[in-house]
T-cell receptor, first 113, second 116 residues
Framework: AQSVTQPDIHITVSEGASLELRCNYS??????LFWYVQSPGQGLQLLLK??????LVQGIKGFEAEFKRSQSSFNLRKPSVHWSDAAEYFC???????????FGTGTRLQVFP | EPEVTQTPSHQVTQMGQEVILRCVPI?????FYWYRQILGQKVEFLVS????????KSEIFDDQFSVERPDGSNFTLKIRSTKLEDSAMYFC??????????????FGDGTRLSIL
């Protein structure tokens, strides 16, 4: 079955600390992988995407993610978190010849000053 | 930066009533989508739409749902006879190309639908 798992429901970090949000996927074909962020009361904003090529992808707001096929993972990282990064983060997978994105349950990030 | 806009931001409707959720996709986008997120659950794909036809739909998208592009700018989701379990946040999205490759889907801020 096609699915996305985000094992961490809630993460709390101090401002300036590094961050890693985990994402594992199960997909029968070549996956296209995405991270979206949702601030309170707002929609889903695309942070970054992976289709092919370099397995380390850079996104907006200083985020990056690494695709590891052997681990079926696409973890999101940021070296130094800012208070404005507090939001909910969603990992999603899609594939060739489908319009459907499959989302994980999300990870809520809280940042302490 | 161009945005997907959705109206209203919050809709309250009596069970059994019809509701129409509206979206204005990004102007040069040709592919349109609806997703929903029941409180505390995952964002789920409902339907995709291209060239005035449904391109793909999920098992959630049954006969009580319909989509339409009534004019050159709007994209609507109609729920014919609402049920309590239709209460959710509904997201509209659009993209330049179809599928989930090459061109990402851009999402609106959502409409929160509350069924009483």
């Amino acid at each position: 079955a096609q699915s996305v798992t985000q094992p961490d429901i809630h993460i709390t970090v101090s401002e300036g600390a590094s961050l890693e949000l985990r994402c594992n996927y199960s997909y029968g074909a070549t996956p296209y992988l995405f991270w979206y962020v949702q601030s309170p009361g707002q929609g889903l904003q695309l942070l970054l995407k992976y289709f092919s090529g370099d397995t380390l992808v850079q996104g907006i707001k200083g985020f990056e993610a690494e695709f590891k096929r052997s681990q079926s993972s696409f973890n999101l990282r940021k070296p130094s978190v800012h208070w404005s990064d507090a939001a909910e983060y969603f990992c999603a997978v899609g594939g060739y010849n489908t319009d459907k994105l499959i989302f994980g349950t999300g990870t809520r990030l809280q940042v302490f000053p | 930066e161009p945005e997907v806009t959705q109206t209203p931001s919050h809709q309250v409707t009596q069970m059994g009533q019809e509701v129409i959720l509206r979206c204005v996709p990004i102007s040069n986008h040709l592919y349109f989508y609806w997703y929903r997120q029941i409180l505390g659950q995952k964002v789920e794909f409902l339907v995709s739409f291209y060239n005035n036809e449904i391109s793909e739909k999920s098992e959630i998208f049954d006969d009580q749902f319909s989509v339409e592009r009534p004019d050159g700018s709007n994209f609507t989701l109609k729920i014919r006879s609402t049920k309590l379990e239709d209460s959710a946040m509904y997201f509209c999205a659009s993209s330049e190309q179809g599928g989930t490759s090459n061109q990402p889907q851009h999402f609106g801020d959502g409409t929160r639908l509350s069924i009483l």
